[in-house]
């Protein structure tokens, strides 16, 4: 059994910040977090970590490594360490995602920052919502720069910015976005994950990096001038400085170089053709050339690219979607003509579409006419005739029963079973539509037909009757467990996906399923409506191919024959983006060469807008080809390759040295917590050491550690154990603030279940032993436990002898009076022990800030030397222009010529001369920001020391 100083020791252990060079450095996140880690995402997290976090990282591993993972990795330490200003930036389609993996993985609770929220919070008299109280706030790139005086005002203990590929154009003076961002987040420290921080030119490495360390590099015309626009036009020289300049900055793994721990299972893509009915065609030509028409006046100017691409896809998707649209669109005119409000019907056609809130916010539309200055001279007979119109669509929408798409998914959904069941997999599919009017259609035709009982829906509202049920089942099934997160909306969701692997063998889920929901045990993906965007498509198919998933994933896409504009896009989205098939899906290289998915969606909807014959559609989507093919060729391929990724060898040495640390260390951690709870709890629990679980006496409520949840897959109804949990954390402080007398502490080997050699020769021997603390704050915060021992005869014992003592079970012995005045001799030998283990401490500590400050200083020497460059190149520049335009004088026979470019000539010589009388001036200036700069770096540095003893105990080994 532990005693009060096993608990000790584990408590500060628990707690203690360890140096950045460490596995340790993320022991509280990694015992906190509920997903497997491999090892690349323990460097990744590391690494930010040493940059250090004062300024931030790009951590640019290639897609499906788990850039999440690292974040959420250090985020959950920050949070351990109280540092919980903490602001997540990402595209909108992101947000829930964010928003479910921190709290599902990590018990970190957050907040989505919207217009609605935040405007809420200021209605209750909250001025600044951004400012937090134990909450992450997440937010996208467009609220957040619509919010930018809010983000300045607040001190970010961290900023994570996802996809931040986004903001690699900043030194672009027409990105405002990303300009707004840079410096409404200048002084807070970052970390940009984005699978591509290099496209196109290294100037976008430039943009990345300006948002980390403004002073890494001059400014951006130095940077051209030094680096090019790749390897080919730069000196071996300028090349390893650069490469050296981003080392600190820049770290990236790829896939190839993780299949040791990753095992990835490959995309199988299958086309089901069909061709529409007659009707159908005519209603699709119609309503088709309908909206291409610019004068149409049921969609609102202010809204008509959004409105138009809206119904396209409604279109796309069914009759009978498409039906319901158009008579909105017919009561929409209607309340035009009884001039009442028109927006009920508008938001009827929107509800319709899933994450529409996300799509209206990306597709900003500031260059459309506003909807009053149109509507004041329509005229009633406009309004009649098209209501006529789009009446006669509607009547012959109605009078189409059959979808000849909907008879091919019952195809479809054969051959892709049959599939699965030559794979071993288990036969369930999700088919994903754009419509929640098609999602019921798709249901019952179904359910007719073969599939009754097992299909469940999962869409935006999740409100309907058998929704309801399946959620209230859940809930009784989870109420004694940490399963109930206490929002209605994510569990709902998370109800509907249990359902989906116990019950049905059939989700049918629109846009709302493609984000954040984990569909691993799930291998075949339907697209019954393709979106447009690339991004969203991905996301789509990583429900099911992600990390976790044992077979390969077969993926089926529906081309109708007689759509040529559909055909194109589907071979856009399939050869160009390679989003179906292979191991990987669609790769970083050519994702990331869209600077969004949005912007390609409006190329497609132009096109379908524009084009009305057959061949201006194939003229249109050759020219997009021919555009892409450029994006996609990856012009810095070389360059990417030889500046921000390793060797392999050096890569998987460290791999696999961290995985062996990361195991030791979580086993350790472990051990440590459930030692401490068992000690510390005893009083309130009921404790299971076969399955590291425990009961409390009032209220029954049953935990167990999350490793064991982990691996045991049917533990349920058990409250995650964690070192993050308010019971652990009572538990540990309960330890920690527990004064110590002396005692005397018999620990017996003779009941420890192993064998400790290093022990095992000392059985019988005793001694002294002292615990200290110390805490170190320079760079960053270090923390230590101190053993002291000595044995009887004066022998010093190690600190790995010391640590493994406490591994064994002992007993309490008080002490007489003349066993508590330890032999002076002792105690001074105690002292000297304990001063010379923390002067090895400080001296690691004084030889790694050495090391940081040194790249300090080198990093501040080059920003300055990159300054004072800049002058020196305009200084040759004009000596070069001006020799130039005296070469061109003396060839010049016109005299008023002559005179007037000598002119120019005297003119650009007294430039000159003030260029050199200001050139030291200006360096000097250099020079002075430099060392004001090293005084911050120093001030930073300066060591402070705090320590404490914890106790001293008289030790016995039997």
């Given at each position: 059994?532990?005693?009060?100083?096993?608990?000790?020791?584990?408590?500060?252990?628990?707690?203690?910040?360890?140096?950045?060079?460490?596995v340790g450095r993320l022991s509280q996140s990694l015992i906190n977090a509920t997903v497997d880690l491999n090892p690349h995402q323990v460097e990744?997290?590391?690494?930010?970590?040493?940059?250090?976090?004062?300024?931030?990282?790009?951590?640019?591993?290639?897609?499906?490594?788990?850039?999440?993972i690292e974040a959420g990795l250090i985020i959950s330490q920050l949070w351990a360490e109280r540092k919980r200003k903490i602001l997540i930036i990402?595209?909108?389609?992101?947000?829930?995602?964010?928003?479910?993996?921190?709290?599902?993985?990590?018990?970190?609770?957050?907040?989505?920052?919207?217009?609605?929220?935040?405007?809420?919070?200021?209605?209750?008299?909250?001025?600044?919502?951004?400012?937090?109280?134990?909450?992450?706030?997440?937010?996208?790139?467009?609220?957040?720069?619509?919010?930018?005086?809010?983000?300045?005002?607040?001190?970010?203990?961290?900023?994570?910015?996802?996809?931040?590929?986004?903001?690699?154009?900043?030194?672009?003076?027409?990105?405002?976005?990303?300009?707004?961002?840079?410096?409404?987040?200048?002084?807070?420290?970052?970390?940009?994950?984005?699978?591509?921080?290099?496209?196109?030119?290294?100037?976008?490495?430039?943009?990345?990096?300006?948002?980390?360390?403004?002073?890494?590099?001059?400014?951006?015309?130095?940077?051209?001038?030094?680096?090019?626009?790749?390897?080919?036009?730069?000196?071996?020289?300028?090349?390893?400085?650069?490469?050296?300049?981003?080392?600190?900055?820049?770290?990236?793994?790829?896939?190839?170089?993780?299949?040791?721990?990753?095992?990835?299972?490959?995309?199988?893509?299958?086309?089901?053709?069909?061709?529409?009915?007659?009707?159908?065609?005519?209603?699709?030509?119609?309503?088709?050339?309908?909206?291409?028409?610019?004068?149409?006046?049921?969609?609102?100017?202010?809204?008509?690219?959004?409105?138009?691409?809206?119904?396209?896809?409604?279109?796309?998707?069914?009759?009978?979607?498409?039906?319901?649209?158009?008579?909105?669109?017919?009561?929409?005119?209607?309340?035009?003509?009884?001039?009442?409000?028109?927006?009920?019907?508008?938001?009827?056609?929107?509800?319709?579409?899933?994450?529409?809130?996300?799509?209206?916010?990306?597709?900003?539309?500031?260059?459309?006419?506003?909807?009053?200055?149109?509507?004041?001279?329509?005229?009633?007979?406009?309004?009649?005739?098209?209501?006529?119109?789009?009446?006669?669509?509607?009547?012959?929408?109605?009078?189409?029963?059959?979808?000849?798409?909907?008879?091919?998914?019952?195809?479809?959904?054969?051959?892709?079973?049959?599939?699965?069941?030559?794979?071993?997999?288990?036969?369930?599919?999700?088919?994903?539509?754009?419509?929640?009017?098609?999602?019921?259609?798709?249901?019952?035709?179904?359910?007719?037909?073969?599939?009754?009982?097992?299909?469940?829906?999962?869409?935006?509202?999740?409100?309907?009757?058998?929704?309801?049920?399946?959620?209230?089942?859940?809930?009784?099934?989870?109420?004694?467990?940490?399963?109930?997160?206490?929002?209605?909306?994510?569990?709902?969701?998370?109800?509907?996906?249990?359902?989906?692997?116990?019950?049905?063998?059939?989700?049918?889920?629109?846009?709302?399923?493609?984000?954040?929901?984990?569909?691993?045990?799930?291998?075949?993906?339907?697209?019954?409506?393709?979106?447009?965007?690339?991004?969203?498509?991905?996301?789509?198919?990583?429900?099911?191919?992600?990390?976790?998933?044992?077979?390969?994933?077969?993926?089926?896409?529906?081309?109708?024959?007689?759509?040529?504009?559909?055909?194109?896009?589907?071979?856009?989205?399939?050869?160009?983006?390679?989003?179906?098939?292979?191991?990987?899906?669609?790769?970083?290289?050519?994702?990331?060469?869209?600077?969004?998915?949005?912007?390609?969606?409006?190329?497609?909807?132009?096109?379908?807008?524009?084009?009305?014959?057959?061949?201006?559609?194939?003229?249109?989507?050759?020219?997009?080809?021919?555009?892409?093919?450029?994006?996609?060729?990856?012009?810095?391929?070389?360059?990417?390759?030889?500046?921000?990724?390793?060797?392999?060898?050096?890569?998987?040495?460290?791999?696999?040295?961290?995985?062996?640390?990361?195991?030791?260390?979580?086993?350790?951690?472990?051990?440590?917590?459930?030692?401490?709870?068992?000690?510390?709890?005893?009083?309130?629990?009921?404790?299971?050491?076969?399955?590291?679980?425990?009961?409390?006496?009032?209220?029954?409520?049953?935990?167990?550690?999350?490793?064991?949840?982990?691996?045991?897959?049917?533990?349920?109804?058990?409250?995650?154990?964690?070192?993050?949990?308010?019971?652990?954390?009572?538990?540990?402080?309960?330890?920690?603030?527990?004064?110590?007398?002396?005692?005397?502490?018999?620990?017996?080997?003779?009941?420890?279940?192993?064998?400790?050699?290093?022990?095992?020769?000392?059985?019988?021997?005793?001694?002294?032993?002292?615990?200290?603390?110390?805490?170190?704050?320079?760079?960053?915060?270090?923390?230590?436990?101190?053993?002291?021992?000595?044995?009887?005869?004066?022998?010093?014992?190690?600190?790995?002898?010391?640590?493994?003592?406490?591994?064994?079970?002992?007993?309490?012995?008080?002490?007489?009076?003349?066993?508590?005045?330890?032999?002076?001799?002792?105690?001074?030998?105690?002292?000297?022990?304990?001063?010379?283990?923390?002067?090895?401490?400080?001296?690691?500590?004084?030889?790694?800030?050495?090391?940081?400050?040194?790249?300090?200083?080198?990093?501040?020497?080059?920003?300055?030397?990159?300054?004072?460059?800049?002058?020196?190149?305009?200084?040759?520049?004009?000596?070069?222009?001006?020799?130039?335009?005296?070469?061109?004088?003396?060839?010049?026979?016109?005299?008023?010529?002559?005179?007037?470019?000598?002119?120019?000539?005297?003119?650009?010589?007294?430039?000159?001369?003030?260029?050199?009388?200001?050139?030291?001036?200006?360096?000097?200036?250099?020079?002075?920001?430099?060392?004001?700069?090293?005084?911050?770096?120093?001030?930073?540095l300066e060591q402070k020391i705090s320590k404490k003893q914890l106790f001293m105990i008289k030790w016995q080994l039997v």
């Open positions: 059994m532990s005693t009060a100083y096993h608990s000790q020791y584990f408590a500060y252990e628990l707690t203690k910040q360890n140096a950045s060079n460490t990744a997290a590391l690494f930010a970590f040493r940059a250090p976090l004062e300024r931030g990282a790009i951590l640019a591993d290639e897609v499906g490594l788990g850039k999440t990402v595209p909108p389609s992101l947000r829930k995602q964010w928003n479910r993996e921190l709290i599902e993985k990590f018990y970190i609770p957050s907040e989505i920052m919207e217009s609605k929220i935040y405007n809420d919070y200021v209605r209750k008299g909250k001025t600044f919502p951004f400012e937090q109280k134990d909450n992450i706030v997440i937010t996208s790139y467009q609220f957040a720069r619509n919010k930018a005086a809010d983000l300045k005002r607040t001190q970010w203990d961290l900023i994570i910015v996802d996809e931040a590929h986004r903001l690699r154009n900043v030194y672009k003076k027409s990105n405002k976005i990303s300009r707004i961002l840079r410096e409404a987040t200048e002084g807070s420290p970052k970390v940009l994950l984005t699978a591509t921080p290099l496209q196109n030119s290294l100037m976008e490495l430039y943009g990345l990096v300006s948002f980390i360390d403004p002073r890494l590099f001059g400014d951006e015309a130095t940077f051209r001038k030094q680096f090019g626009h790749g390897t080919k036009e730069m000196t071996r020289l300028n090349f390893l400085d650069l490469k050296d300049r981003l080392k600190p900055v820049c770290y990236r793994t790829l896939r190839r170089q993780v299949t040791e721990y990753v095992p990835y299972t490959k995309r199988i893509p299958l086309v089901q053709e069909f061709t529409s009915s007659t009707l159908e065609w005519e209603l699709y030509e119609k309503v088709s050339a309908y909206l291409q028409r610019e004068d149409i006046l049921a969609l609102p100017s202010s809204q008509r690219n959004l409105m138009t691409l809206v119904v396209r896809k409604i279109l796309a998707s069914s009759s009978f979607a498409i039906s319901d649209t158009l008579l909105s669109l017919i009561r929409r005119l209607e309340t035009s003509l009884e001039e009442s409000s028109s927006e009920q019907a508008l938001e009827y056609i929107y509800n319709d579409i899933d994450e529409m809130d996300s799509t209206v916010e990306e597709w900003t539309e500031e260059d459309e006419q506003s909807e009053a200055t149109k509507n004041d001279n329509l005229e009633k007979a406009l309004l009649l005739r098209e209501r006529e119109e789009l009446l006669s669509y509607y009547e012959l929408a109605n009078s189409i029963t059959e979808n000849e798409k909907g008879k091919a998914l019952l195809v479809a959904l054969s051959n892709g079973l049959e599939k699965l069941s030559e794979l071993g997999a288990n036969d369930k599919a999700v088919i994903f539509t754009e419509s929640r009017r098609t999602q019921a259609y798709l249901k019952e035709m179904l359910e007719a037909n073969g599939y009754n009982g097992k299909i469940v829906m999962f869409n935006g509202t999740n409100n309907s009757p058998e929704i309801k049920e399946i959620y209230n089942d859940w809930l009784s099934r989870h109420q004694a467990d940490d399963q109930i997160t206490g929002s209605k909306s994510a569990d709902t969701r998370a109800a509907l996906v249990e359902y989906f692997q116990n019950e049905a063998s059939i989700m049918i889920a629109t846009e709302s399923a493609a984000e954040g929901i984990n569909l691993q045990f799930c291998s075949l993906v339907v697209n019954y409506d393709l979106p447009w965007n690339p991004q969203r498509i991905e996301q789509r198919i990583g429900r099911c191919h992600r990390y976790g998933q044992k077979y390969d994933v077969v993926v089926i896409n529906f081309i109708n024959r007689k759509n040529a504009a559909d055909k194109r896009v589907f071979e856009l989205l399939s050869q160009k983006f390679s989003l179906f098939d292979g191991v990987f899906g669609s790769s970083d290289e050519v994702l990331g060469s869209l600077e969004s998915g949005v912007d390609f969606e409006k190329r497609i909807q132009q096109i379908y807008q524009t084009c009305r014959s057959s061949e201006e559609i194939q003229e249109a989507f050759n020219l997009l080809q021919l555009e892409l093919d450029e994006e996609i060729q990856c012009k810095m391929k070389e360059t990417r390759k030889n500046l921000l990724e390793n060797f392999d060898d050096e890569v998987r040495e460290k791999l696999r040295t961290h995985y062996e640390q990361t195991t030791f260390q979580l086993n350790k951690m472990e051990r440590y917590l459930w030692e401490l709870s068992v000690f510390e709890g005893s009083s309130q629990a009921h404790f299971n050491e076969d399955h590291l679980s425990f009961q409390l006496t009032d209220n029954k409520d049953k935990y167990q550690l999350i490793s064991q949840v982990k691996k045991n897959a049917s533990s349920e109804h058990v409250h995650h154990y964690r070192l993050g949990h308010p019971l652990a954390e009572t538990w540990i402080e309960q330890a920690k603030s527990r004064q110590l007398p002396m005692k005397k502490l018999v620990f017996r080997y003779s009941d420890y279940e192993g064998k400790v050699s290093l022990l095992q020769s000392r059985i019988g021997s005793s001694g002294y032993l002292t615990l200290s603390f110390l805490h170190v704050s320079t760079s960053e915060i270090e923390e230590h436990t101190i053993f002291s021992a000595i044995d009887s005869n004066g022998n010093q014992l190690d600190e790995e002898l010391c640590e493994k003592l406490f591994d064994l079970p002992a007993d309490e012995v008080n002490l007489n009076e003349q066993e508590q005045n330890v032999n002076t001799y002792f105690a001074e030998q105690l002292k000297i022990i304990n001063n010379n283990q923390e002067s090895a401490i400080l001296w690691d500590i004084q030889e790694r800030t050495n090391e940081f400050l040194d790249r300090e200083l080198e990093r501040l020497d080059k920003w300055s030397q990159d300054l004072k460059k800049k002058l020196e190149f305009e200084l040759r520049e004009l000596d070069a222009e001006i020799a130039q335009l005296q070469r061109d004088a003396r060839l010049l026979r016109q005299i008023t010529e002559k005179l007037e470019i000598n002119k120019t000539i005297r003119e650009r010589e007294k430039h000159r001369s003030e260029l050199r009388r200001n050139l030291f001036d200006a360096q000097d200036e250099i020079d002075r920001q430099k060392e004001l700069l090293f005084q911050d770096v120093e001030q930073k």
